[in-house]
């Protein structure tokens, strides 16, 4: 069974960095698909980045194009969701998700096909 655990939140002040872990147990990551999503008080979970089991193929949405990077080192087992330029509508509880897609390059951005979750870690984006 694949067990996700994310780390790194945190508070921040606008403009700030952080960098998100997504740390895997009990198979081995690179046969995995991730997604990074969040989801803020009242709102409705947003998938915000994607990465291929190879790390070839990446995809953001356009709230965070050009401000955070997905990346990923399978001999860690571990993605990553650098995040720059945060503003306070960042603010959110952050999870890592996976798919199996075999060794595959697929990158797949549909949340409903993601079957392993994390825990979530809390972003405050304040000043």
């Known amino acids: 069974q694949l067990q996700l655990v994310e780390s790194g939140g945190g508070l921040v002040q606008p403009g700030g960095s952080l960098r998100l872990s997504c740390a895997a147990s009990?198979?081995?990551?690179?046969?995995?698909?991730i997604g990074w999503f969040r989801q803020a008080p009242g709102k409705e979970r947003e998938g915000i980045s994607y990465?291929?089991?190879?790390?070839?193929?990446?995809e953001y949405a356009d709230s965070v194009k050009g401000r955070f990077t997905i990346s990923r080192d399978n001999a860690k087992n571990t993605v990553y969701l650098q995040m720059n330029s945060l503003k306070p509508e960042d603010t959110a509880v952050y999870y890592c998700a996976a798919v199996f897609v075999g060794g595959t390059s697929l990158l797949i951005t549909t949340a409903a096909s993601y079957n392993y979750w994390g825990q979530g870690t809390q972003v405050t984006v304040s000043s």
């Open positions: 990465i291929s089991g190879s790390g070839g193929s990446t």
């Open positions: 009990g198979r081995t990551l690179a046969y995995y698909g």
